[in-house]
């Protein structure tokens, strides 16, 4: 097996990371925290564009992270949407 580097600054992620937050602290929060290891994060402030965003470019994202309590469109409907638009 692969070893996880024991130093978290030493940390590289390769992708774009998606989240769906109604909060705009959230959303640089977590930009702030991934940008520095290289990921590309796309964040967006509900769950209608994270689904517009996932279907613009289905195979962008390595990772979404989803708000359950967001406006017009929750984060259980999002994934659930999500996974049955999924490529199998």
């Known amino acids: 097996g692969v070893a996880a580097p024991s130093d978290p600054a030493s940390w590289r992620l390769r992708g774009a ?10 959303r640089n929060l977590v930009r702030a925290t991934l940008e520095p290891h290289g990921a590309e994060i796309v964040a967006v402030g509900d769950g209608a564009a994270a689904l517009a965003a ?33 490529p199998t």
Do not use: I
């Not at 990371?17 to 959230?26: F, S």
């Open 17 to 26: 990371v998606l989240v769906a937050d109604d909060e705009p602290a959230v």
């Open 54 to 86: 996932v279907a613009a470019a289905p195979a962008r994202f390595r990772v979404v992270l989803l708000d359950l309590t967001m406006p017009l469109l929750d984060g259980r409907e999002t994934l659930r949407r999500l996974a049955t638009a999924a």
